[in-house]
């Protein structure tokens, strides 16, 4: 083959491929974010729901809003260097008896920031944080399951 037959290929492979990409709109999908937590605690072994275990979610606040802030029982956020630089969350809620809650954000939340506090461990302040990036990239609908345990060493 000479080289005017190789550039006639590769334009009918060209030709080829871009003809056969489907033009139609990607629509966004109307269905907003759920996230279903599921919250236990384990003692001696045996894993329980944290009943009444607080739900804290901030709605366009994100990890990196929050480095100098301290958390309040109430689940207000305090700045550290200036104490009337105060955050509150959008929603407070508590873990249900069965040990689950969903959080529906509103839709285009952005940022997100959910800390969830244990009840049952409360006399260590045992809490988890989760943001936008535990939820956004991985699709509508999200699942998780926190497990507070009796040797924890995550935010105390």
């Given at each position: ?20 990409c489907n033009n139609d709109i990607i629509q966004e999908i ?108 991985h699709g509508a609908d999200q699942s998780v399951k926190l ?10």
């Open positions: 083959m000479n080289l005017i037959e190789h550039k006639i290929w590769l334009l009918c492979i060209a030709f080829l491929f871009f003809t056969g109307d269905e907003p974010l759920s996230i279903k937590f599921e919250v236990y605690y384990t003692l001696r072994g045996d894993t329980l729901p944290d009943i009444g275990a607080k739900v804290f979610a901030y709605y366009n606040i994100n990890q990196s809003d929050i480095l100098d802030y301290n958390i309040n029982n109430d689940g207000s956020l305090i700045n550290t260097n200036k104490s009337t630089s105060i955050i509150y969350p959008d929603t407070q809620n508590k873990i249900e008896e069965t040990g689950k809650f969903t959080l529906i954000p509103p839709k285009g939340t952005e940022s997100l920031l959910v800390i969830i506090w244990s009840d049952f461990y409360k006399d260590r302040d045992l809490k988890s944080l989760f943001t936008e990036y535990d939820f956004y990239y497990y507070f345990m009796e040797k924890n060493h995550g935010i105390e």
